[in-house]
């Protein structure tokens, strides 16, 4: 009789979550990261959590999903664009770590394989950056910037 309860413990504590992992949607709008809880079963949205961005644009996730990159301006300078670093919090909300200036603005974002470099493309000054992350953090340390033809609209690893 001892045997069947522990297996039956076994089979209860190993088995699968009875509910699903969270969804969430991640938008940027309006100066804006606007994240929604979507319904598993209709899809329908609900506001979770949402974040204010001078001059925010576009982000990627890092690899890992640790981190936010938003493509921003620095506070309080209009035309000085930046990267700000969010962390994502294990339950999907973001809290600011660091925001640094680029040298263009860039039309996507993108993170290498080992979330140790992040790639922008700028489409009016042709030029393509690869940027140094440093634990993750976006801190302005620019590792290598190719000059090419101007309208280039992606870069990617």
Known sequence: MKIKYLILLILITNSAPIFAAQELL????????????VAPETGKLSDYHK???AGLSTFTFSRDKKYLYAQALIDGDRKQPSIATYLVTDDGKLNFLYNAPINAKATELKTDLNDQYIVGASYRHGVVSIWKLEKGIFK???AKEITL????PCSAF
């Open 26 to 37: 991640y938008l940027a709008h309006a100066e804006t990261i606007d994240i929604k809880e």
């Open 140 to 142: 302005g340390e620019l």
């Open 51 to 53: 974040v204010e961005l």
């Open 149 to 152: 033809e101007k309208k280039i």
